[in-house]
């Protein structure tokens, strides 16, 4: 056995082979699934796209290296989550917003967000959301003034708040909340909104405007089995049947009949509540951060028709047009608890009537 | 494909390449001639075997060498004849070190006659005893040839719970491995013989034999000679994914059944015996012969020349690697077993035992480029791992709770009903070495209630 000697033979625990998944290629094909979307934000918002993206993304991997550096610890830029955090934190901010402004909620995500808790694996929340709060809270108007998309008008002008008009509204969802409390209602709404919303040529963040573009990279995670089918199944189904019953049980349906099918007084039509604002980025993309949601079958439902939940009722009750980040931020902060009541029996049952 | 042929299966698992393709096709060939054996007194689950023969004694082929009066253990046998050399430590797959009979063989051993296949073709049950088979099957050191190594007399007794159903388990689930493919495939008639005596033993009126539908000429072969036999023996083609023959998940499969948690098959009135064994349990009962030789596959892309050989047991791995061409230069790991279950070996002197199924050399192709460098990062908590564990555990918390000396979080996860199966290791994106940090965590606790020495 003269040649054997030679050779590198290794022992290590079996198995001795694995699947070709590494986290870096998880987190590629989440990238590839946010594609589409940045197409879209590309092109409806020019410019603004573009950097606000590269800039999120290039702070958040800064932050990375940073914080390793300074913690000693090895560099883990080349997993990409940083990347992916980068481009779903661009999604959730205005389009207009300052470089400086993407640049801090960047290094608040992962500094705060991802490595206070000791890097990738480690974080209760959602990084990107923490970012988004914490500019939500120290921005103010900077993070609720919209851009009309480039298709709409070129110069992309910025929108107040509060501005009503049919074509230059601010958010889909602002827009119902601030007609249905000046009572203008769902009277004034009408089916081009909706329209727009499946297409994005509306104002919103970023990358959460095309409701098409996130179903085509959503559905490509789903095939791919990246993202766990249960979390959009229960975000959506839960958002849905909580905007059903609101809008059939409030009764005082529209009486014009050609335009019942839109809205009731007081609640727009469900379909528009999945649509509109970050509903399915968040269903697709941020709610399925494996790393903040649960890790058992029945604990992922929890989590995701608590989601779903949560953010209907910040939409419809609460004070926030839009509730999917705050609905993300208490999930979260939930999972630890959900894990634990959420404990999977083994195929045979519990053992020997133990435990 | 599998999936849309409507073939039973188990819930979780994995699919990991099969890479059958390398041995499948190339029939039984005897084995490299022995010329010393160090035979294991370790081959299987249960009290270890006492030497009961000492340097100097001269053996005889198939004379026995170690034994044990204790229920749950299996003597061993010599494959030669020839003389002892010592009673010394050898390096043991599992147990790091143990002891061992080591023959010289004299006269120098003939290679191991390719067997007769006309042998069983005039098999009758009618002539064997249920009391004969049982004794046959302890004397000759019956144990599981799947992999576990059971004494096969204390699976097949027919006393406690009454037995109904006999399992023949020709899943051959793990990659690469072949050598029960190539069993079905030529001593068909041996396999039968086996099966219908082992369901005489046990007292079982069912008999299924589960074959993964990877495997079409096995089940079409099988089916045959069933019909011909015609007495009430089934062939149930069941869906390709690992681990599909493992004892629970067939039984899972095929009777949609789930065995308690923490409990064994005849709880629930089942006996599972493994193709090789059922093949070993013919030549027991019809011809005395003791198990001393089994088929072993050769394989792996670090061989040039794979094969299915019939060898005496207690040659060593290196013998066999060498009688095969010697490992090529892409050669990385040697595994006992396949790539899944098997154990990786640093001594080429390591024994062949009863349960070695198979030595499969693996390239660093193979292997994959992060689990070769080891390369471990941290848990995304994605979930994987749970998906496919086959016992639906929660691999990455008993893992952990492992890695962090958390040994009673770890038993409260359901630690002891994991099966070692590798899947969750497998699936890992991270690639954390879940299946290894359970092992460890196994061991630690079966320390702790001093079951196994320091
Ligand atoms: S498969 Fe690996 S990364 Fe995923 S949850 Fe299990 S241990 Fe963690
Ligand atoms: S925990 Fe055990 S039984 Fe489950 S997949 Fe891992 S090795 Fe297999």
Redesign the pocket.
């Known amino acids: 056995m003269g040649q054997t000697n030679k050779l590198e033979i290794r022992v290590s625990p079996s198995p001795h082979v694995s699947k070709a998944l590494s986290?870096r290629s998880v987190m590629i094909d989440v990238l590839i699934g946010l594609a589409p979307a940045l197409a879209a934000a590309v092109y409806y918002f020019r410019v603004h796209a573009v950097t606000l993206v590269a800039v999120c993304v290039a702070s958040c991997a800064a932050a990375e290296w940073v914080c390793n550096r300074i913690r000693r610890r090895a560099n883990t830029l080349g997993d990409f989550s940083a990347v992916v955090t980068g481009v779903i934190l661009a999604f959730s901010l205005p389009p207009a917003l300052p470089w400086w402004a993407a640049m801090v909620g960047g290094c608040v995500a992962i500094g705060i967000g991802k490595m206070v808790f000791g890097g990738l694996?480690s974080n209760v929340f959602n990084p990107a959301m923490v970012g988004r709060t914490f500019m939500a809270a120290s921005l103010g108007t900077l993070m609720t003034t919209w851009t009309v998309p480039a298709t709409v008008d070129p110069v992309m002008p910025k929108v107040a708040p509060q501005r009503l008009d049919a074509r230059t509204q601010a958010t889909p969802l602002a827009w119902s909340k601030t007609a249905i409390k000046n009572e203008l209602g769902a009277t004034t709404y009408n089916r081009q909104i909706f329209g727009s919303t499946v297409t994005g040529e509306v104002g919103g963040c970023l990358g959460e405007t095309s409701a098409v573009a996130l179903a085509l990279g959503g559905l490509y995670l789903l095939i791919r089995r990246t993202i766990n089918w249960r979390i959009p199944a229960g975000v959506l189904g839960a958002a849905f049947v909580f905007a059903a019953a609101a809008f059939v049980l409030d009764g005082d349906v529209v009486s014009e009949p050609s335009r019942q099918w839109l809205a009731s007084e007081t609640y727009v039509q469900p379909l528009f509540h999945l649509t509109s604002g970050a509903m399915l980025l968040c269903a697709f993309f941020i709610a399925t951060d494996?790393v903040t949601m649960p890790?058992t079958g029945r604990g992922m439902w929890i989590f995701a028709v608590g989601v779903g939940i949560l953010t209907m009722l910040i939409r419809v009750v609460g004070e926030y047009p839009e509730g999917v980040m705050y609905a993300i931020l208490l999930m979260n902060g939930a999972t630890p608890l959900i894990d634990r009541f959420c404990k999977v029996i083994p195929v045979g049952g519990k053992p020997g009537g133990k435990g | 494909m599998a999936i849309l042929s409507g073939n039973r299966t188990f819930s979780g698992g994995a699919h990991p390449p099969g890479q059958k393709g390398r041995s499948c096709e190339i029939s039984i060939q005897p084995g490299p001639p022995a010329k010393e054996v160090a035979v294991l007194l370790c081959q299987h689950i249960g009290v270890i075997c006492e030497p009961v023969v000492k340097k100097g004694d001269a053996i005889a082929a198939g004379q026995k060498v170690g034994d044990s009066q204790a229920f749950v253990s299996a003597p061993v046998h010599s494959p030669v004849a020839g003389k002892v050399k010592e009673v010394a430590l050898r390096s043991h797959p599992v147990l790091g070190r143990a002891m061992a009979v080591v023959i010289v063989a004299d006269p120098p051993d003939e290679r191991p006659a390719a067997v007769d296949a006309g042998r069983f073709a005039d098999f009758d049950t009618e002539k064997y005893e249920q009391a004969a088979i049982l004794d046959a099957s302890r004397e000759a050191g019956l144990v599981g040839m799947g992999g576990a190594g059971f004494p096969t007399r204390v699976k097949l007794d027919p006393k406690g719970t009454p037995k109904e159903t006999l399992i023949v388990n020709a899943c051959e689930c793990e990659p690469y491995i072949t050598c029960d493919y190539r069993l079905m495939l030529e001593w068909t008639d041996q396999v039968l013989a086996g099966v219908r005596l082992a369901k005489k033993a046990s007292g079982c009126k069912r008999v299924i034999i589960g074959i993964e539908d990877n495997k079409p000429r096995a089940i079409e072969v099988m089916r045959d000679v069933c019909r011909a036999g015609a007495d009430g023996i089934e062939v149930m083609p069941l869906q390709t994914k690992y681990p599909q023959g493992g004892e629970r998940q067939l039984i899972r499969a095929v009777l949609g059944k789930s065995v308690p948690t923490g409990g064994i098959p005849p709880m629930i009135g089942v006996v599972v015996i493994n193709v090789a064994t059922a093949a070993a349990l013919a030549d027991a009962v019809v011809f005395r012969r003791p198990l001393t030789h089994r088929v072993v596959t050769v394989t792996g892309g670090g061989i040039d020349r794979p094969g299915n050989y019939y060898v005496p047991l207690g040659i060593t791995a290196g013998e066999l690697i060498e009688f095969c061409g010697g490992l090529n230069s892409q050669a990385r790991k040697v595994v006992m077993g396949g790539p899944m279950m098997g154990l990786a070996i640093a001594d080429m002197k390591t024994p062949l035992t009863k349960t070695s199924g198979a030595i499969t050399v693996l390239t660093q192709q193979e292997i994959g480029s992060a689990k070769f460098a080891q390369r471990q990062t941290a848990?995304?908590?994605?979930?994987?791992?749970?998906e496919v564990c086959p016992e639906r555990l929660n691999?990455?918390r008993i893992?952990h709770a492992v890695k962090n000396n958390l040994l009673d979080v770890a038993q409260d996860y359901y630690m002891s009903a994991c099966i070692e199966c590798g899947c969750?290791s497998y699936?890992?994106?991270?690639n954390?070495e879940?299946t290894g940090y359970i092992k460890t965590g196994k061991i630690f606790v079966a320390r702790q209630k001093k079951r196994m020495p320091e």
Do not use: F, M
């Not at chain 2, 848990?379 to 749970?386: E, F, P, S, V």
């Open positions: 986290t694996g494996p890790l | 848990c995304i908590r994605c979930g994987r791992c749970l691999p990455t893992a969750c699936v890992c994106p991270a954390i879940l």
